[in-house]
């Protein structure tokens, strides 16, 4: 059935090849892939598959050796890396498996690092920290604190405040669980479903097939090719089984 | 608006970057600073006692000339016409002078005694004034410079009329025979002129060439003044003068000692400017090291910064800023430090050997010492934050995401 959602990337023919010395090795092999508006997705595979680089190439962090990645109908290629970053600042929100919060700042200096590139001014800053970090599951509280007096659930709310405090379309998740005990998993899924029923397409990679299952569709991929997309099993999903 | 809002959130980054690794950026800041302290405090204190010195010389006429008989040699009215006949002259006088020493009550100080036509030394010496008194007529009236009137501590010994007793030496066929005292009115007297490095007018009792004559009882000249039209003409008075007198007389142009002392101050000055940008080469690599250390340790985290949508330009800026805040640190540091040292360094004073002149000047700091120095010192942190920043700029976000 043709989704009527408008669509936000588009990965046409993608081919992403890495060359170290004389070795290639084709982490993506012709790649067609859609997010549309409201997506909740996983990306599912094994270590080494290729999710990462698709994450990548969806987060237009990094430029496919073949093919075309349009944003919103435009040809990424053709932008420049400033335009790319501004996009990026924009349009997409990326939370990491580690967190990559910087140590030195407190939380509300994590949560504002990217209203800083697009000059927003300071006065309407911490409204927009505050409301991203409720939105995100976090607590007041926490704001002064800095990242290491903070648990790993707590940090990983904290750099989904980061990831959408300029209010993105689409957030970007990498094993965004990877590091984190279950009940502190769930409490994360449970923070981008909540994102998603808010509006924001939300893309998660994952070798978990419990959270892959807390998601709307699961695609998976293998060898840099993705095998197709297949419907959750949500009675196997994370949330079903942490109840 | 949105500028000043992106610098200063630019700036507070970069602070908190660097009270991260506190100890590091403040070693670093150190080595920073040596650079603008070794430059302010002594290039503030050379600048001083130099532009005084030169001053100083340079007071004494930029027209005159002083020539000297060497030893066996008499100058007499012949040497005398020929110089006055020179077209570039405007006066030639001959001068008797020797060495006396004067009575103060209890107290016996040395003195410079000279017998020169009054007008031709106010003339010569532009900046001598009088204080009390005026040019005196008699043969037996003297000017008396400031020290020989008054003590050390600032009290009047010798007043106007009062005599002074000098006793100089006795010359007799150009050889000291013996000793004799002279008796002379104090005529005029005056202000004081300050450290001098070749007439030292504040010791010195002026006396008339006919005193000189008469009183002094010497028979020959002890020098030629003179005062050329121009000072351009000096140049070629004292090579004409050289080129006829070879061995005879000795040719001293005051603008030639002005301009030697100059370029011996302009030598030292080079080579403390040279000396300091040493230290500011080194600071340079300084910053090098530790800006790329920097840049290093926090790849991810430059990674992280450009996902979320900073430009490479704008992460060049924050480490480039990061180098420029120490700088600017380093460079306050070294100023303050530098004036203090500067301070302490003049405190000390200068002693003048052969003179016994001992200045003790204020260093000179100027506003274009303080900009040179800081231009500098923020050069460094330019120079140094440059590559690590490129470097730093340049890396593609999903290579410094994935660093370990």
């Given amino acids: 059935m043709e989704n009527s959602k408008k669509i936000l990337i588009e ?10 010395s004389e070795i290639s090795t084709l982490a993506l092999k012709n790649v067609n892939f859609k997010v549309y508006e409201g997506d909740l997705v996983a990306i599912m595979g094994p270590s080494g598959s290729g999710k990462t680089t698709l994450l990548n190439m969806l987060g237009l962090l990094d430029r496919p050796t073949s093919g075309k990645i349009l944003f919103e109908d435009k040809d990424t290629s053709k932008l420049s890396d400033k335009e790319l970053a501004l996009l990026r600042n924009i349009k997409l929100g990326f939370v990491f498996q580690i967190f990559n919060l910087v140590n030195r700042l407190t939380v509300f200096e994590n949560i504002e690092l990217p209203l800083i590139p697009r000059a927003v001014p300071r006065s309407l800053r911490a409204e927009m920290v505050k409301e991203a970090l409720l939105k995100a599951g976090g607590e007041l509280e926490w704001l002064k604190k800095k990242p290491n007096q903070l648990s790993g659930g707590q940090q990983q709310r904290v750099a989904i405040a980061r990831a959408i405090v300029g209010n993105p379309p689409i957030v970007l998740a990498d094993e965004p669980t990877g590091n984190l005990d279950r009940a502190s998993a769930k409490i994360i899924i449970e923070t981008f479903l909540n994102l998603n029923r808010k509006g924001h397409s939300v893309i ?12 709307r569709n699961i695609y998976v991929i293998r060898d840099g090719a993705i095998m197709g997309a297949y419907e959750p099993n949500p009675s196997e999903s994370l949330i079903s089984k942490m109840m | 608006m949105s500028f000043y809002t992106l610098f200063f959130d630019f700036i507070r980054l970069s602070l908190k970057a660097l009270s991260e690794r506190r100890a ?36 004494l006429g930029q027209n005159a000339i002083a020539v000297f008989p060497m030893e066996n040699y008499k100058i007499d009215g012949e040497d005398l016409d020929f110089i006055r006949s020179l077209p570039e002259i405007a006066r030639a006088e001959p001068f008797f002078s020797t060495q006396g020493i004067l009575k103060r009550g209890t107290e016996e100080i040395k003195v410079s005694i000279f017998a020169i036509d009054y007008t031709l030394l106010f003339e010569a010496i ?31 010994y010798f007043a106007l009329n009062d005599i002074l007793t000098l006793t100089i030496p006795k010359i007799e066929s150009g050889k000291i025979t013996g000793r ?23 010791s010195t009792v002026f006396l008339s060439p006919e005193a000189g004559k008469k009183l002094l009882g010497m028979k020959d000249w002890s020098g ?25 007389l000795q040719v001293i142009a005051f603008s030639a000692i002005a301009e030697a002392i100059s370029s011996v101050t302009d030598a030292i000055g080079f080579i403390n400017f040279s000396t300091s940008l040493s230290a500011f080469a080194v600071a340079v690599a300084g910053v090098a090291a530790t800006m790329i250390t920097s840049v290093m340790e926090r790849t991810r985290e430059i990674g992280v910064m450009k996902a979320i949508g900073y430009t490479s330009i704008q992460i060049l800026t924050l480490i480039l800023l990061e180098s420029i805040v120490m700088s600017l640190i380093g460079a306050s540091l070294g100023i303050s ?15 003048i050997g052969g003179v016994g002149l001992t200045l003790q000047l204020a260093p000179k700091i100027t506003p274009t010492l303080i ?16 590559l690590p920043a490129y470097r730093a700029s340049r890396i593609p976000p999903i290579v410094a995401l994935r660093y370990e």
Avoid at chain 1, 204 to 215: I, K, L, Q, R
Avoid at chain 2, 185 to 200: F, K, M, N, P, W
């Fill in chain 2, 337 to 351: 430090l530098g004036t203090v040292g500067a301070h302490m360094l003049s405190s000390r004073g200068l002693t």
């Fill in chain 2, 180 to 202: 004799k005292n002279i008796n002379v009115y104090v005529g005029a007297i005056l202000e004081e002129y300050g450290g001098a490095l070749i007439v030292d007018p504040d």
């Fill in chain 1, 204 to 215: 998660v990679v994952t070798h978990d097939p419990e959270v892959a299952n807390c998601m």
């Fill in chain 2, 371 to 386: 900009l040179q120095t800081l231009s500098l010192t923020v050069m460094i942190g330019l120079l140094g934050g440059a």
């Fill in chain 2, 224 to 248: 030629i003044f003179i005062l050329v039209h121009d000072p351009s003409f000096v140049r070629s008075v004292v090579s004409t003068l050289r080129s006829k007198y070879e061995n005879k």
């Fill in chain 2, 24 to 59: 590091r950026a403040i070693l670093t800041i150190v080595g920073i600073a040596i650079g603008p302290l070794v430059l302010v405090m002594m290039s503030s204190v050379v600048s001083s006692y130099s532009d005084y010195i030169v001053e100083r010389v340079t007071s």
């Fill in chain 1, 11 to 20: 990965l046409v023919n993608v081919y992403k090849e890495y060359r170290v």
């Fill in chain 2, 126 to 156: 532009g900046s001598l004034k009088i204080s009390e008194g005026d040019v005196p007529s008699g043969l037996l009236y003297s000017i008396v410079g400031r020290k020989v009137s008054f003590r050390d501590g600032g009290e009047q």
